[in-house]
Each structure stands twice: as structure tokens, then as C-alpha cells.
């Protein structure tokens, strides 16, 4: 549609437009990284936010059949730091500790004896690669429920024989899917995959998928600074898929 | 341009009218100052007297208001996040540079670092993880608003617009001859826009699929998994880096007044009719 006029009116016009416009130009502060900094750390806890309201405590994540799991040998060996923390497997107990009727240290033979979960399921990384393995263990919630978790709790706080540490939103730690695993590819998990026991999550990214585990912790309180190895580096805390 | 019409002006101009108000026949009616009768009692002088020019036309300029508000909100709001989520996702994509297994890892393609954003993985995907936000937010405004207001009509692709592709593309890649331009937007415009905003809607889905594959297996399902879906998400900033340059090209190639109007909305003198 062309109009006519004269030109200070479209001047006027113009201006009057542009300044409408100018309020986006708010979006420069990215541009400073003093500013970017914290904005963009705040746009993942918002992120965050959605990530744990969207999240649907009975939703599956898709499971496969045997012929769709990588070869074992296809199966990242993937940590932080080592391999092979030296796990003393004859003496390793898992350490149960907060917001629980019966903490203390329980052996592997215990968390074998509640009811056993096998799954092949995605593990996804962060960095962008995905592999589909076979996973044996016991869901968490049960073992929870062994030992008297209060699940109205908020987190499950978890530590490494590598010095590994996470956090993990209850709602997660109860879903079906979440499990102590110990068992891949239908062998005792390998020193390279977290033996003896590691978290398997199909609903988390493969960072908060703890291996070598030592303790956890019921808790509704995170120290700050102390969510989880990556997470205090600016990873997402949530990191649920 | 605008300063030639000025000085075409006499000395005490009108006061401003808006364009309803401002017809020809007020404007003709404006008595020159600098009148014949004047200039007749006047001496007379050895160098010629500048001669004041009959304003037989009304001084207007043609102007079209282009680019609604929300429209100029969604285009800058978009721009900026396109280019953070591009940069900031060809940092995360040096991560895993391959679209293969993770066993054995072949390098596709080394991004150089100074293409991208965020300085390492968790940084790059802080800004991804805020700008998805502005960008989602930029589409889907803007999308409700084209289709509400119909303004979507000046820039969608439809199948009458077919035709008109070759001779603008022969127009423009091989020098041939300018075709009729009559609406905002030539075939080929229609062409590159709709299909970048189907990019745009390609790039949020399989976003979404790549951030929250458990919650949304269904979509992830529907695009072929979550392994192609990323290859997806990929193809789709490939598209959007294939508009921008030529975009771009063309917002220089077209001048001042084109590029103004996605600021101030209203474009001077248009090159088409209507």
C-alpha cells in the first residue's frame, strides 16, 4: 500500500516508528560479557525450570530390542578423569546417609536381592553422541523405599570413588526407568563403566549418570557451589532429555 | 533525494499536514512568494534571476508502511538469536564433529573456533539453552501475527509464484533481463523467506526433539529417530547460512531505504506500484 506525503511527515512517521522498535536494542547487553555471563547462566536455570515442569514422571524413554544395542565394544568408556578409580570390589559398600529411616552401608548382594530391572535404552551425552546399550539393575526407588527414603525429599546427592559427584531431582530419581545398575550387556558392570555400581538414567544426559558410586544422600538442601561436577562448571543442572 | 525536495520548497514552507489532509489542490493554491508580479517591478538585473519553479506537482514523496512493529520486533529479535544459536551450536557441534558412531570417531567437519561461540561445550550451550527461548518466542510471534493480520499473503510461497522463480533467479545469477516487479516481494523473495521459515520451524522441532528426546519420543519417532533428527537440526542451520548470505547481499545491493524499513517500518519511494 503506498501513500503519499510529505516528507517531514514521513520523517516523523519514521521516527516515531524506530523508537518503537528501540526497546529491542535492550538485547544488546549480551554483547558484554560481564553482563552474558550471568544472563546466560540464569537462561539455563530457566531452561532448567521448563526441563523439570515438562518432565513426566511415567513417561517412558524409548526402549529397544537386542538387535538395535551397539556391539559392547561400541560403548564409550567415558569420565572425567580415570577409568579406573581402583575400586576394591570385595570390600566396596554403598553409603546411604540424609533424610532416610536407615542409613548406613549397604553390600551389593542387597541391592541384587530387590527385584531386577534389564533395559536397553539411549545413553546420550551431552557432547552429542548417543549409543544404545543393554542395562541390568534395581530401580532406585525401590532401593529408596529399602531403606526408608523419605521420596517427599527434594534430591538425591550422590559421590564417587573418582571424586565424581551429582545431584539428581527426585522426580527423576523415581521413574521407573532410573536405576543402581550393575550389570551391562548382562555382565557385572566393568571398572571402566563404574563397577561396581553406577546410576543408569534413560531420562538424563550421561553426565548425571554417576559410575563408581560410594554414597548418597536424600536431601531437600544442595550446597551451593556443590551440585554436581559439571554443573558448578556451567553445565545445565537439570540435564534431563 | 530528500534533500532536493526541500529545496524545491519556498522559503516559508506550509506548515506539515498528514498525507489525508495534504491534497493537491491546497498545495497548487499555495501562492509563491517569489511571484511573476514581483519579479516584473523589479530592476532589472545583468545575471539571470533564479526562477522559482511552478509547483504544478504537489511535493509529495511515496512511501509504504512495509514492516509492522511486530514484525520489525520478530526480524531483529530473530536475527540476533539466529546468529547465537548458529555460532553457539557450531561449538557444541565440535564436541562430536561427525554425525557417525562414537566408535570409531571420524572428524566431519573441524569448525575453526573463531566461528564459534561460548569458548568450550558448556559455555556454547548456556547460550543455546537462552536463546532457543528467544528464538522460539520470535517465531511463534511471528507466525501468530502473519497469519492473524494476513500480512502473510505479501511473503508466502504459493504455487502462482512458480513461474515467476526462473526469470528473477535468471535476473539476478545470469544477468538476464528485470522482470515486473508489482507486490513487497518478488517469486524468488517468497521463495528463499517461506523456506527459511520453514527452516526456522524445522530447527525448533528437531531442537526439541535433541533437548527432550525421552518426553517427546513421539516427535523424535516422527523425524526418525533421535540420532537423524540431529542430522536434521543440522540441515537446518545449513539452510538458514544459505539465506543469510544472499539476504544480506541483496539488503546492501537495495540501499539505504530498504534497509531502513525493517527499522522504521516505512519504506521511501518503493520500487513497485501498488
Sequence with gaps: M????????LRRKSRRQLLKLAPVAALGVFAFSRLSDPLVAAG???????SSALFRSQHLAPTFSMSDVVPFSAFPYNGYDVTDPGVD??????????DVQHPGEYKLSQ???LSKISQNTRHICVEGWDVIGAFGGTRISDFLNLVGANTSARFLEVECADDYYESIDMASVLHPQSLLCYEMYGQPLDRGHGAPLRLQMPTKLGYKQAKYLETIRVTSVLKPGKTGYWEDQGYSWFGGL | MANEEEKKLPPEPPPARSAEDASTAEIVAYIDPVSPATRESAPPVSEPVPQAEPLEEPVLVRAAYEHPLPIRITHWVNAVSVFVMVTSGLRIFRAFPTFGPKIPEKVLLDIPKALTLGGWLGGALQWHFTFMWFFAASGVLYLAYQISSGHYRTVLFTTKDISGVWPMARHYFLFGPKPPVSGQYNPLQKLAYTSTIGFGVLSL????????????????????????????????????LAFIPGHLIMVVLHGWSNFFSMLSGWKREPEYQE
Excluded at chain 1, 570390589?89 to 540424609?98: A, D, F, P
Excluded at chain 2, 525421552?214 to 542451520?237: D, E, N, V, Y
Aim: proline share 2%.
Design chain 1, 111 to 113: 541391592i541384587q536381592a
Design chain 2, 205 to 240: 522441532l528437531t531442537g526439541l526433539v535433541l533437548y527432550k528426546p525421552a518426553q517427546f519420543s513421539a516427535l523424535a519417532w516422527l523425524l526418525g529417530g533421535f540420532h537423524l533428527t540431529r542430522i536434521w537440526h543440522f540441515a537446518a542451520m545449513c539452510g538458514f
Design chain 1, 89 to 98: 570390589l570385595e570390600k566396596w559398600t554403598l553409603t546411604v546417609e540424609g
Design chain 1, 44 to 50: 539455563v536455570r530457566f531452561s532448567d525450570w521448563a
Design chain 1, 2 to 9: 503506498i501513500e503519499k506525503m510529505e516528507d517531514q511527515e
